[in-house]
């Protein structure tokens, strides 16, 4: 097993961040340094088990791939970014397709991440999604997925915490309180889809891939992570890291 040079700082200086980026995220340049900060803590995670450096990696889901661009800077991966709309500018090293249709041969990455997007794929394509992940991933390799559990608050997007409700509920709720336009007519329209801690383990346990850990990536309360019921309460993100046998 291969261990991470990475250290978090303790968990007060963890929870102090967190509610700074919570409150001035869009304040100058500090949505950058919450995305490398959650990069630094995706590396304690992931590097005790492979170190990236000079890596194939393959984000799935990246968007623009801004992940990609840091993680390629930091660890001089070759890292591919793969979204069906990645916007006006992004990663150079980025391939538009779907997560349930990856153009890429068998056997390829050392390690597939999929980050926050699960809750965005259609169910009738979120098993052939991680069946994907796991063809293109060597044999040896990993998998990283995070997940924000249906029942926790910070699921709905820009529908939350009313995502549990009806969608047009949810959505005079959300436009009332916090002043937002929702633009669309039901969870399909606003491409939200329910995913639950339960569901991602069948899916990982069919495709194919062993479940090697899981964590809290936010609260960092990783115990809770293997409570049926409360996990899909409490924890706002859940990881899995996986291994292909």
Same mark, same amino acid.
């Given at each position: 097993?291969?261990?991470?040079?990475?250290?978090?700082?303790?968990?007060?200086?963890? %929870?102090?961040?967190?509610?700074?980026?919570?409150?001035?995220?869009?304040?100058?340049?500090?949505?950058?340094?919450?995305?490398?900060?959650?990069? %630094?803590?995706?590396?304690?995670?992931?590097?005790?088990?492979?170190?990236?450096?000079?890596?194939?990696?393959?984000?799935?889901?990246?968007?623009?791939?801004?992940?990609?661009?840091?993680?390629?800077?930091?660890?001089?991966?070759?890292?591919?970014?793969?979204?069906?709309?990645?916007?006006?500018?992004?990663?150079?090293?980025?391939?538009?397709?779907?997560?349930? /249709?990856?153009?890429?041969?068998?056997?390829?990455?050392?390690?597939?991440?999929?980050?926050?997007?699960?809750?965005?794929?259609?169910?009738?394509?979120?098993?052939?999604?991680?069946?994907?992940? %796991?063809?293109?991933?060597?044999?040896?390799?990993?998998?990283?997925?995070?997940?924000?559990?249906?029942?926790?608050?910070?699921?709905?997007?820009?529908?939350?915490?009313?995502?549990?409700?009806?969608?047009?509920?949810?959505?005079?709720?959300?436009?009332?309180?916090?002043?937002?336009?929702?633009?669309?007519?039901?969870?399909?329209? =606003? =491409?939200?889809? /329910?995913?639950?801690? /339960?569901?991602?383990?069948?899916?990982?346990?069919?495709?194919?891939?062993?479940? =090697?850990?899981?964590?809290?990536?936010?609260?960092?309360?990783?115990?809770?992570?293997? =409570?049926?019921?409360?996990?899909?309460?409490?924890?706002?993100?859940?990881?899995?890291?996986?291994?292909?046998?």
């Amino acid at each position: 097993m291969s261990r991470s040079k990475n250290k978090l700082p303790n968990i007060f200086v963890h %929870y102090s961040k967190l509610i700074y980026f919570l409150f001035n995220r869009f304040k100058g340049n500090n949505y950058q340094k919450m995305r490398e900060y959650f990069t %630094y803590i995706f590396l304690s995670e992931i590097e005790k088990y492979i170190i990236l450096n000079k890596k194939k990696i393959l984000d799935i889901g990246g968007a623009s791939g801004t992940f990609c661009k840091i993680l390629s800077k930091l660890r001089k991966c070759d890292a591919t970014n793969l979204d069906p709309s990645p916007g006006k500018k992004f990663w150079k090293n980025t391939v538009i397709a779907f997560a349930d /249709k990856i153009p890429f041969s068998k056997n390829v990455f050392d390690l597939v991440i999929c980050r926050g997007v699960f809750e965005h794929i259609p169910p009738e394509k979120q098993q052939p999604s991680i069946n994907e992940m %796991y063809r293109v991933t060597k044999h040896g390799g990993y998998g990283y997925i995070v997940i924000p559990p249906w029942y926790n608050p910070h699921a709905g997007h820009g529908l939350k915490p009313f995502h549990l409700l009806p969608f047009n509920i949810a959505k005079f709720l959300r436009e009332l309180i916090f002043r937002n336009k929702i633009t669309g007519h039901s969870y399909e329209e =606003v =491409v939200l889809y /329910k995913i639950t801690c /339960k569901k991602m383990e069948q899916m990982i346990k069919k495709s194919g891939f062993q479940i =090697v850990e899981t964590l809290d990536t936010h609260l960092r309360l990783h115990f809770l992570t293997k =409570v049926p019921i409360l996990r899909e309460i409490l924890i706002p993100a859940v990881a899995y890291i996986i291994i292909k046998r």
